[in-house]
């Protein structure tokens, strides 16, 4: 017998032979980077005279499977900024309950939520956004990132219309309109038709800021094999949050399909 | 422990559960379902495990009560959805205890989505999870891999489900009598079983409301037709 | 109290040869020096008012409130030392995120009266803690509707759930009270501090548990009239009435744990006072009565 208490209980080498524990050590580095499974696509989102429109379609992808098609990633802050949501649906849901137990500590502050006072005391668009970055580079830098693509529509300090992008590395920025995603190469350029720059967004009416979100929703769905026709959109303003979370994509351009006939020369 | 690097999500995203298995490891490629109707919910599955091709076992129990009318359908590894299917029935128990009155199906779903979420990096597990409770009526709940919870009125899982997306598209009605219930979760079964390799044996349910479980059982040989149990 | 002296009452963990554990006992008595709280209990919701003792002429007036919210649903007030008010107020709202973060639901507030009549009882078990010098009421309205968990996306089918007990309601109004000792109770009213023994028979005036149950409106007025009623002017400094209420989804709070506006607030002020002018004026005309005799 064997007299090391380490080899107790275990299977005679012997017999055995040695106990392979190779699978003990992967000569892989130990990662805790995962990736997005369940995903939604683009959020666009344009600021206009006296506030922030911003939209997403309702769908969560499987891969190309269309799996879930009535999934809000818009989602309400404080009453007064709404963050749109790309990338992956379980860290979404995170951000977002996170979000929910900072809007209640931020709370605790305030126990007269009405007055003007605690209003402009408490966390705006301009606030959250910031730390929205905080957050996801500290996750980056964790190599455990939250696979989203952040969008925080509201308003700034000083009443202004605000725009920001987070994503999944802490990158971020601001600009009078944003999109994410297939929403950066095919929304951005319609949306910088209207506002190029700050001062043509600050000129822009609520109604055009809206249509023109509508149009790239639209473009979005012919082009991008991710996307869905029902859609939510939100329009912030100083006046608070107009949140429209089941709308189906209208006006859609197909009946040109019947003049295009085979692929080059046929014409039957 | 080695992770294939065919781990990640293919373009189809589908053969994603086979692929994050462990060397070696039980796999339940599987037809789940849950569904909800008048009076509360009702689960389904197949009985088909697999190692490879191999059937490892035949008559298989993928639906799993965690409370007494809180149940889920288990897809993925065997023994991690059995592993957290324990801590979650073990939870709601002390849940129970401790409160005096029985948990909802949501707390369920909340407590198995957590687990899910926090270990997203070691678990293949996709999850429907249903259950009937006083408040709430029938309710439906899925958590596919990354831990990600969505509530539905009825929802499908394993590899099986990808060959009935559209037979139950077409066919679901909301507010159905118990007995078109039940027939619409067989035959909707039957098609995964007949396209799906890794899907097959007896068809087995389990009927929520608020009078309890009860259970269903369907044989092949018999093409399903007549209910054992 | 016959065993003070016997070295009984230095510490807790330690009882009395007759039961008792002193250390306790005397924080009851820091309690009774505290400023009035009341919490009502009706049907609509649940009122919370406290006399708030002004200790200096410096100090803001309005400023450096004494009812705390935990989670959005739930109020808390106190009578006693503030100091272990304010620890009681931080524990209770760590109980509500821990359970938020295992349930993603809102902590019921039976559960949270629960756990922090726990947590109070635990400090009388040790040689090395004193007991909370507070006694606290605990307010809070659990949602009647159907809440979503914390994160929710997606829904059920668009008919409802099936196989609901539709006549079976659920949520609504809840008020404790816990003691020094850790023990608590529900009340349909419950009062405590320096003015307790005046206000809980002011509150056992009022109709709480019968089938003509009070609006929060008047709960409000009531509150407001107990807290200067059991408020003695002849002996105590100046005081401010804070206030707070819960309502259900369809109440003015909207289920959430929020201050009395202002406007509310100092009307039941005006009628409290109105009230209590009239009394004492009574009171006078009786009392020159019995002059004449």
């Known amino acids: 017998m064997d007299h090391r208490p380490q080899a107790w209980g275990r299977p005679r080498d012997d017999v055995y032979g040695a106990y392979d524990a190779s699978y003990l050590h992967s000569n892989t580095p130990k990662t805790a980077t995962q990736s997005p499974v369940v995903t939604g696509t683009s959020v666009v989102g344009l600021k206009f005279a006296d506030g922030v429109v911003i939209a997403a379609d309702n769908l969560a992808s499987y891969g190309s499977l269309a799996r879930f098609t ?7 802050f404080l009453d007064s900024s709404v963050v749109g949501f790309g990338g992956d649906v379980s860290d979404m849901q995170y951000l977002d309950r996170h979000l929910n137990e900072l809007a209640i500590d931020e709370a605790y502050d305030h126990l007269t939520p009405d007055s003007s006072a605690s209003k402009t005391a ?21 190599f455990d990132p939250l696979w989203n693509q952040i969008l925080v529509a509201g308003l700034d300090g000083a009443q202004k219309p605000f725009l920001g992008s987070v994503d999944l590395r802490g990158t971020s920025f601001t600009s ?22 700050e001062e043509d967004a600050a000129r822009l009416t609520r109604e055009q800021a809206v249509d023109v979100v509508k149009e790239c929703m639209k473009v979005l769905f012919y082009r991008d094999a991710r996307s869905l026709d029902r859609y939510s959109i939100a329009v912030v303003t100083k006046d608070g949050i107009e949140l429209k979370e089941d709308e189906q994509l209208e006006k859609q351009s197909w009946a040109f399909a019947e003049r295009i006939r085979g692929y080059g020369t046929q014409t039957v | 422990m080695e992770f294939g690097t065919s781990g990640k999500l293919s373009e189809d995203g589908i053969h994603l559960d086979m692929d994050r298995l462990k060397k070696g490891e039980v796999n339940l490629g599987t037809s789940i379902m849950a569904i909800t109707f008048k009076d509360g919910v009702i689960l389904g599955a197949d009985s088909r495990t697999t190692t490879g091709a191999y059937i490892a076992n035949r008559v298989t129990d993928k639906l799993t009560r965690v409370h007494d009318t809180i149940w889920c359908c288990r897809s993925g590894s065997a023994a991690d959805t059995q592993a957290v299917a324990d801590i979650v029935q073990y939870q709601l128990g002390l849940f129970a205890m401790n409160s005096g ?18 270990n997203k990096d070691k678990l293949s597990a996709g999850l429907i999870i249903a259950g009937w409770d006083e408040r709430h009526g029938g309710q439906v709940y899925s958590i596919p ?4 919870l969505h509530k539905q009125p009825y929802a499908i899982g394993g590899s099986g489900s990808t060959y009935i997306y559209g037979f139950c598209d077409a066919n679901w009605k909301e507010g159905m009598e118990e007995a078109d219930a039940v027939n619409f979760v067989k035959e909707a079964l039957k098609e995964a079983i007949k396209w799906d390799g890794s899907s097959g044996g007896v068809i087995r349910m389990v009927v929520l409301t608020a009078k309890g479980a009860d259970r269903h059982l369907y044989l092949p040989d018999t093409d399903y037709k007549i209910r054992h149990t | 109290m016959t065993s003070i002296g016997t070295g009984y009452d230095l510490a807790n963990s330690i009882f009395s040869p007759d039961g008792r554990n002193f ?43 004494r009812i705390a919210t935990v989670d959005r649903h739930i109020g808390v007030v106190y009578s006693g030392m503030v100091p272990d008010g304010r620890h009681f107020v931080d524990r209770a709202r760590d109980e509500a995120r821990s359970w938020r973060d295992t349930f993603k639901t809102p902590i019921p507030t039976a559960d949270l009266a629960s756990r922090m009549g726990g947590y109070m009882q635990a400090y009388t078990l040790y040689q090395s803690v004193r007991p909370f010098g507070i006694t606290a009421i605990v307010g809070g309205f659990d949602s009647e509707l159907e809440a979503p968990v914390d994160g929710e996306v997606g829904r059920g089918p668009s008919v409802g759930a099936g196989g609901k007990n539709p006549d079976k309601k659920h949520g609504g109004p809840f008020l404790y009270m816990i003691e020094p000792s850790g023990l608590y109770w529900g009340y349909y009213g419950a009062a405590t501090g320096k003015g307790r023994q005046a206000a809980k028979a002011e509150l056992e005036k009022l109709d709480l548990k019968g089938g003509a149950d009070m609006s929060l409106l008047e ?14 002017d002849s002996n105590d400094k100046e005081f401010e009435l804070e206030m707070s209420w819960i309502s259900g989804a369809d109440g003015p709070t909207k289920g959430r744990h929020v201050e009395v506006p202002k406007e509310i607030r100092e009307e039941a002020e005006r009628l409290a006072k109105e009230l209590l002018q009239d009394s004492s004026d009574e009171d006078n005309d009786k009392s020159s009565d019995k002059m004449e005799e």
């Open chain 1, 70 to 76: 009535d999934v809000k990633r818009l989602r309400v």
């Open chain 3, 23 to 65: 250390q306790v006992e005397y924080a009851v008595k820091a309690v009774e020096n505290g400023g009035t709280s009341i919490g009502i209990r009706c049907k609509e919701g649940v009122v919370l008012a406290v006399e708030k003792v002004v200790a200096s002429k410096l100090l803001k007036p309005g400023a450096n409130k």
């Open chain 1, 122 to 142: 408490s966390l705006n668009a301009a606030n959250l956004y910031k730390y929205l970055q905080k957050l996801m580079y500290a996750r980056r830098n964790d």
């Open chain 2, 145 to 148: 891999l990354g831990g990600s």
């Open chain 2, 101 to 118: 009155k029985p948990p909802t199906t949501q707390t369920a779903a909340s407590i198995f989505q957590e687990i899910c979420y926090a």
């Open chain 3, 219 to 232: 709960a409000v007025k009531e509150a407001a009239r107990i807290i200067h009623v059991a408020h003695d």
């Open chain 1, 176 to 197: 009078p309109s944003l999109a994410t995603g297939y929403g950066a190469m095919l929304a951005q350029p319609i949306m910088r038709r209207v506002a190029a720059t």
